[in-house]
């Protein structure tokens, strides 16, 4: 059975820093491509950050600069280092793990929220 559990949520003040993790387990995870989503109340799901097998990441605008997506597939775990943290950054974030080869996979964790308020 797989399994995408997140950590590292929580408050934070506007410019502070978070380090969100995502442990994988019952996949081969160096085959899948990795990414972090977020969701805002009253929003759709946004794609944040991208990371391929072999560490090639891709960002959305409002994150390039600030954060920083990597793995380890020794692990089996993602990140997802926020820092400068603003107020729109709040959402639950997610992991979600994709395997486009046949046949394709699509995996979800439960999410994690982060909150930025002063």
């Known amino acids: 059975q797989v399994q995408l559990v997140e950590s590292g949520g929580g408050l934070i003040q506007p410019g502070g820093s978070l380090k969100l993790s995502c442990a994988a387990s019952?996949?081969?995870?160096?085959?899948?491509?990795m990414k972090w989503y977020r969701q805002a109340p009253g929003k759709g799901r946004e794609l944040v950050a991208t990371?391929?097998?072999?560490?090639?990441?891709d960002y959305q605008d409002s994150a390039k600069g600030r954060f920083t997506i990597s793995r380890d597939n020794s692990k089996n775990m993602v990140y997802l280092q926020m820092n400068s943290l603003r107020p729109e950054d709040t959402a639950l974030y997610y992991c979600?793990?994709?395997?486009?080869?046949?046949?394709?996979?699509?995996?979800w964790g439960q999410g994690t929220q982060v909150t930025v308020s002063s």
């Open positions: 990371i391929t097998p072999g560490g090639i990441t």
């Open positions: 019952g996949l081969t995870f160096d085959i899948y491509v």
């Open positions: 979600n793990a994709e395997k486009r080869a046949v046949p394709p996979r699509t995996y």
